[in-house]
Structures are given as C-alpha cells and as structure tokens.
Nanobody, 123 residues
Framework: QAQLVESGGGSVQSGGSLRLSCAAS????????MGWFRQAPGKEREGVAA???????MYADSVKGRFTISRDNDKNTVYLQMNSLKPEDTAMYYC?????????????????WGQGTQVTVSS
C-alpha cells in the first residue's frame, strides 16, 4: 500500500519562505520520480517541480530561482523549499509519485498522491 504524507503548509507574508515535506512509503518510496503540484481555486492543477531518483530536477518557469526540490532517499522524504513567496503562489500543494524514469510535470502521469497542504501568501 503506497502512502504519501505531506506537511509544512501555512500562511506567510509576501517574500517569506516555507518548506514542504513529503514522507513516502510503499511502492513510491523507490519510484523513479517524485513531484510537487499545486491547484488554486478555479484553476487547473499544475506541476511545480519534479525530481528523479538520482537527483536530477526540473521546474515550472513560474518558480525557477525561487523553489528548490530535493530528495533524501535514506529518510524516504521529498522536500520543496519555497523562497521569495508571492501571493500568486497561494494554492493547495500536492506531493505525487510515479514509476517512470523521465521527469514529468503533468499530473496525469503521476499515480500516487498525497492529501494536499494549503499554502497562503499575503501581501
């Protein structure tokens, strides 16, 4: 039984920082790729960042230079460090996993999902 447990969401001022964590178990703990996605009210779910099992990463243009995805395989945990947060980053953030090797930022290619954690950024 694969499980993803997310934590670290909250409310911050514009320019602040948050670090999201995703603890993985079961199938996804040894999957090839893990990713972070977000969905704001009335908006389509979008990919934020993804990381391969060997540490190679990719990012959405909207977060490049501000967000960093990392992976601690010994702790079976994936992180999303979010700096210089903007009100436009406000959304529900989801951790997800898939078994494919190549990096993807499309939700339809991910098989396992966490429950989501809310991030709210105020001006």
């Amino acid at each position: 039984q694969a499980q993803l447990v997310e934590s670290g969401g909250g409310s911050v001022q514009s320019g602040g920082s948050l670090r999201l964590s995703c603890a993985a178990s079961g199938y996804t703990s040894n999957g090839a790729c893990m990713g972070w996605f977000r969905q704001a009210p009335g908006k389509e779910r979008e990919g934020v960042a993804a990381i391969r099992s060997d540490g190679v990463t990719m990012y959405a243009d909207s977060v490049k230079g501000r967000f960093t995805i990392s992976r601690d395989n010994d702790k079976n945990t994936v992180y999303l460090q979010m700096n210089s947060l903007k009100p436009e980053d406000t959304a529900m953030y989801y951790c997800a996993g898939r078994s494919g090797w190549y990096l993807r930022l499309t939700p339809k290619d991910y098989n396992y999902w966490g429950q989501g954690t809310q991030v709210t950024v105020s001006s």
